[in-house]
């Protein structure tokens, strides 16, 4: 069993920066696909960042695409995201995901078997 944990959320103005942090234990996650996603009130989660078990391989949706950057460092258990010139649309919960079964990622909320309990991230503007 893994259990993952968020942190570095918080309130930040427009153009501003952020960096997540979710640290895993319980279990090594070096050969898993790990993902970013993102719950804003009244909308549906969405997928926002994978990066496959090695770290060379990385996929964002649209919207941050050039801002935020996924990253991951196996040696500490732990993946990243930087997030830069923030905007207001950002505000959301964020929550990071692990996959057991597959190391390239996924876009697809279903194919995560970990959850961490997420982190509030607002942007003023």
């Known amino acids: 069993q893994v259990q993952l944990v968020e942190s570095g959320g918080g309130l930040v103005q427009a153009g501003g920066s952020l960096r997540l942090s979710c640290a895993a234990s319980g279990r090594t996650i070096g050969s898993y696909a790990m993902a970013w996603f993102r719950q804003a009130p009244g909308k549906e989660r969405e997928f926002v960042a994978h990066?496959?078990?090695?770290?060379?391989?990385?996929y964002y949706t649209g919207s941050v695409k050039g801002r935020f950057t996924i990253s991951r460092d196996n040696a500490k258990n732990t993946l990243y995201l930087q997030m830069n010139y923030l905007k207001p649309e950002d505000t959301a919960v964020y929550y990071c995901?692990?996959?057991?079964?597959?190391?390239?990622?996924?876009?697809?909320?279903?194919?995560?078997?970990?959850w961490g309990q997420g982190t509030q991230v607002t942007v003023s503007s």
């Open positions: 995901a692990a996959d057991k079964d597959y190391g390239s990622g996924s876009n697809r909320a279903y194919d995560y078997d970990y």
């Open positions: 990066i496959n078990w090695s770290g060379r391989n990385t």
